[in-house]
């Protein structure tokens, strides 16, 4: 199962620190967040990688190589012509690289100790998400679980943490244009064709000076 991790974006709610450095490559205990996960994703079997980048994506090319010194093969997609396509358009823009099986998509700048699954069995699912309880900065969430399934209105609703398994027909017929995730999310899940999760563990948005801070701050 190929991995991707999104690492487009401009960061900026975390400016000024992001005007010299992409956010991805910011560091969690003096480790970039985007190494984190590769190290994560490596020990846990996947072997091929795409990245989209976009703001400073230079530098997280020169950073991080082909992947070699993590045992994996990083693809990088760039959109640094085109601008930033958003969440979903920078996974359709990437669907050549990807395959034709289904893939997991990892938010860059998220810093977590969840298990990626390898071989996600989505059954006749176009997406899995994996949720997450709410944090201080999000406390109505985004979806509601049922059942294993996710649907968009319930008393109580839970945070998406950037984490999700997708099939290729999730994007089928869709233009490679800036297109943000959610409403493609929250359609499928009105048709019952979203599974998901919900993962107690250890999970920030490293969305702020403050949070990285605080994420920093934590033993590991």
Known sequence: MKAMILAAGRGER??????????????????PLIVW?????????????????????????KKLGNGR???????????????????????????GILGDENFLVVNGDIWCDYEFENNFDLKDDLAHLILVPNPQHNPHGDFALHNGRVINDAEQKFTFSGIGYYSIKFFDNLECKKTPLAPLLREAAQKGKVGGSLYNGRWH????PQRLAEANAIFV
């Open 14 to 31: 975390m400016r000024p620190l992001t005007d010299k450095i992409p956010k991805p490559l910011l560091e969690v205990h003096k480790k």
């Open 69 to 95: 010194e993590w045992g994996v093969n990083l693809i990088y997609s760039d959109e640094q012509k085109s601008g930033a396509l958003e969440s979903a358009g920078g996974i359709i823009k990437a669907l």
């Open 37 to 61: 996960h590769i190290e994560k994703l490596a020990s846990l079997g996947f072997r091929e990688i795409v990245i989209n980048i976009d703001h400073l994506g230079d530098m997280i090319q």
């Open 205 to 208: 948005d490293i969305g702020t």
